[in-house]
């Protein structure tokens, strides 16, 4: 064996050659691979965001307009946006998209740059988002969309009408219900109901308040399966039968099962709004501005919610969107929503961890 | 070859084919799922388990969608770079570990690579992340490369440790003996005995790299993005069935490129065999 | 200079020429991993003595960190954490021998086909695979109607989210890395051992347990440590089938660094995982020893 592979003489088309060539080629092809400069006539503009939350066909519209290739870099947590932001490494965002409950948080640690209101349209917005109280006159934020907490559960496993979220946990109880139950793994919306059934607001309360949860949550967890993203399809197969969700998802699993009702329950519940933001390093202001102009306006935002399933920010949405829409309620929550009732979650360094903690708890405690 | 045939039809040799048949079903039954779910027209276009009819409607919006492309650009160009690091620099490692002179050095490689297996990976990511925060390297492709090697580079020093442990010392003492430097002893002695390690050990650098989620999630820059990350985000509102489609677009056109080259590799040596006979 | 190999009998004391060759060989990898593995950790270890700041740490040095990670709920987690990698490598060798044995000694001129075979689905997306098998082991899905086919089950399949589903996941995960070792060594047993065993008069059996699997030793102890370690900072199944309960230790670091932000208590997690998992593999290592070299 060895004798041979000395005596090897090179061919045109001997063993080595196939190797090397095919070697080369794959090192070309990387080579080639590696980042191109970004030759683009309108400039860069770079935006850090949650995975296909922008639609195709209003992105190339975009580019068609401008000549810029928004470049889209993706996270799978607010926290991770939190790290990245916080670190050098999060050097050269021009977009981001947080969920309400950050702003404050990133905000305050200058991660953020104030919005120029002169530079953005407001006028397609709906009021009623604007202003609110995780980001108040709206300095660092401007929605992008929304949903709402609620609960979508069958009434005949569970034995009748769920309408505050004494009744979710009352339920959840119940044999024709416990085992097939989902959670969501967020832990300010596992703990929020908890609190919200004693009277408390989830912004105010204490380590005490939180921690006191923590004995009937694990106790309930026990009837828990899943804390899995939300999958319509278990809904409609009865694997699960009650389930915390936001309404877009909802909106999915009473599409493919009608039996299926849907609550915001009482007596309070979440708003989140996930909102553009500009990071403090951003670089290429004039093509962010740009872009959120042309996403902010009421067609782009109809198509988008279209695409989504999620609602944009935009006043009039409902009476916008096309008409073969299904369950067009749905998108908005359902009939009936008392906004009102509906609050944000503010991440609080102070209680973060003690939310975490009985969440891990939650978990560890689950059944099946 | 006339062994190969007496060991089919022994009952061990029959009963092993059937389990090695079952693997190979189970190893392919979420691949034909995925493949066939690329096709899912899906719900409110989302993925759902419930297949609802065909259309080839994902595969052109996975060629349309540039952050999905770019993720996969980004994780095939990351992963041959740290698979080829991962090969040399591990199967190097794979080698010493067992052959080094000195005890303590084999213990101290031991121990090192060990380790890489032992931490957990988000510990690894959070700490390069901040390793490179304060020694101000900015981030980019290549500090990316460098972040999901040490994984790829346990692995493929595990695979070819366990192939040097079946060598026998004798070849290379007789190789000294013939009068062979180190080096040539192990090009012509060592290499060609390693190849099937060395080969497995690179190809599954190759996959640990591409698949590489956690500290790749700490470690993307506004041009960097890989495609495992960008599927663990999509998780959270639910993914589209494109990403099946770019998944299988991306295996078809990898198995063909290996195929090709498998073909390739056939007709050279058949060519070499032809030559030395002649 | 002259390629010198040292025999086992060299003594300790003596001072061994080390040829340049293997300095290389051995430094260059240890130089990289040094610089992008070892440094990097450095920062874990002194972290866990600082005290955390949201997203931070400040340096200090207190062993509250430790004391906190040494409670009852991660004391659990871990031990949790285990068992499951115990028992999940366990099953991934035991459904890895057989078909690594199928295609180091049964498969013939076709070896390298079936191997390739094997690793061919390794070419997709880990994570693609393992959401295919959310859709393959939910209700209605081909499988259930698979099984109520054959009769192995009736009725809806609620594996999903269940710990079942995490052990299917795991063991599909890592059976080619538990197949590869054991092929690499199973392959290199010469026919002709086998056979001489076979004509002194050895049953198959014999010849399994008394030829086989001592020669495969370093395929089987590489198996394990490619799976079982790896296992226990498993995040991803146990989130995607298992529903995402029953939190293993990998999940609890990580979510000590990524939601609590606590960078202080997760590095204290880690470098007391990594001083446990340390000591374990040490102890097998000695154990395994004399037996690893197995040169025919």
Redesign the interface.
Known sequence: ??R???R?KS?H???R???G??GAG??GT?LA???RRAAAAGGQL?I?S????FS?DD??AYTAKSGV?P???????N??L???L????G???DIVVPSSGWIS?LAG?NLLQPLDHSRIDFGALDPSLLNRDYDPGNKYSIPKDWGVLGVVYDPDAVGGEIKTWQDFFDAGAKPGASGKIRLT?A?SETVGPALWISGKDWNKATVADIQGTRDFLTGFAKH???????????L????IVLAQANQA?A??AL??NPKLKWVVPGPKSEIWVDSYAIPSSAQNLDQAYDFLNFFLSADIQVKETE????PAAIAGLKGKLSADT?LPDMIFGGSGVDFNALTSYIVN?DT??AY??V???V??A??? | MSRTRLAFRQPAGIGFGAWYLLAVAFLFAPIATSVIYSFNVG????Q???FTGWTLHWYA?AW????LR??V??S??AS??SALLATLLGSALGFTMVRHPVRRVRSLLSGLTYLLLIVPETVTG?SL??F??VT?V????ATLIAGITPLAIAVTALIVRAGVLTLDRRYEEASADLGANRWQTLR??IL?HLAPAVGAGALMAYVFSFDNLVVS?????????TLP????????????P?VYAAAAAIMFFTLALIGL?AL??R???R??LQ??YQ | MRGVTPTARTPARQRIAVPTSDALLAGIPAAWLFVFFVAPLAFTVFFSFGHST???IAPGFTFDNYRAALSG?YA??FLRTLRFAFAGSALCLLAAFPTAYFIARHAGRWRAAALALVLVPYFTSFLIRVMSW?ILL???SAVETLLNFLHLHSG?L?V????TAVFIGIVYAYLPIAIVPLYVVLARIPATLVEASRDLGASPWQTFLFLTLPLARPGVATAALLTAVPMLGELVVP??LG?????LIGR?IS?QY?????YALGSAMAVLVMIAVGVVVALLARLTRGFMEVAP
Do not use: C
């Open positions: 064996m060895t041979s592979m000395s090897q061919r088309f001997s063993r050659s196939v190797l060539l095919l794959i090192a990387a691979g590696l980042p770079n850090y949650w995975p296909d939350y195709t992105l190339a290739t470049a889209i870099t993706t996270y799978n947590a926290e991770i939190f790290a990245k916080n670190s050098p490494a050097a050269g965002f948080q640690k793994k832990p828990v399966k899943t804390f899995s993203s939300f999958d319509p399809q278990a409609a197969s009865g694997a998802a909106r999915g599409l493919q695409y989504l399933g999620y299904k360094p973060v961890a975490q903690d969440q891990n708890a978990q560890a689950a059944g099946g | 719900s409110l276009g989302k759902t388990s419930l919006m349309r969608d540039l952050t770019r993720a650009e980004t095939v160009v041959f770079w959070v992340l901040l490179y925060a101000r900015p981030l980019s492709l012509f002695v060609p999630t700490f470690l993307t820059t506004p041009r960097v993005n990350v960008y599927l663990f985000g999509s998780l959270q509102y639910g993914p589209a494109t080259a390739l590799y007709l050279a040596a060519r070499d030559a030395r | 949201f997203g931070g709920f659990q987690s959310q939910a209700r209605g809806p609620d999903l989210d269940t710990q989130t995607l529903g995402d309960k029953g939190v609890a979510s990524i939601e609590s932000q606590n």
